[in-house]
């Protein structure tokens, strides 16, 4: 890698902190520069703006979920528990995320939609085939699995306040979620 381009990552991954902590508002471009040890201008030469970098930094991440974990329609129950150990796992993307969802009106994810409107598409080819029921809609059924999934990530106002012994027994909420999942699919 050469010095350019390891200045980049050092780049990203100090944004990455600093967006999932801050968000777009409330992040300093002079701490992104500091904590990647460069100057605060190759920040703006490599990426323009800091929405630019946010946004850098969201398409990123994102497309490294999508990378490691292979979206299975013929298996929805066992997709969202590993959707459920990514989230607990990577807390801060889902702070950035939560960011995203606070912050959005400034930023076009166009990957982000096409990568859901893909999985709304082979989860209504997994209903016609049978391999899943269709009581419920596509859409419902993406959304209730990033629900469940999600829900016991740090940054829910919900999962760990409702219980918040479940992720003390992650083994039994992934073996709830399975089943929640399950049901909701069942041809």
Not at 93 to 116: H, N, P, Q, V
Request: hydrophobic share 40%; with cysteine; aromatic share 10%.
């Amino acid at each position: 890698m050469g010095n350019a381009e390891a200045t980049k990552e050092r780049i990203l991954e100090a944004a990455m902190e600093e967006f999932s902590t801050y968000g777009i508002a409330g992040a300093r471009v002079a701490r992104i520069a500091k904590n990647a040890e460069c100057n605060k201008n190759m920040i703006y030469i490599y990426f323009d703006n800091k929405e630019t970098l946010f946004t850098t930094v969201l398409q990123n991440n994102l497309k490294r979920v999508y990378e490691e974990i292979p979206f299975t329609p013929d298996d929805l129950p066992g997709y969202s528990v590993k959707v459920f150990d990514y989230a607990i796992a990577n807390p801060e993307l889902f702070r950035l995320m939560t960011w995203y969802g606070l912050e959005k009106s400034t930023i076009d994810l166009a990957e982000d939609k096409i990568e859901k409107q893909s999985k709304i598409h082979e989860v209504m080819k997994a209903q016609s085939s049978g391999l899943i029921g269709s009581t419920f809609s596509p859409g419902f059924l993406l959304t209730a699995i990033m629900v469940l999934a999600t829900a016991w990530a740090q940054e829910n106002p919900f999962g760990p306040s409702f219980d918040p012994d479940a992720i003390k027994a992650p083994k039994e909420t992934k073996d709830s979620i399975f089943k929640a999942i399950s049901l909701m699919t069942k041809a």
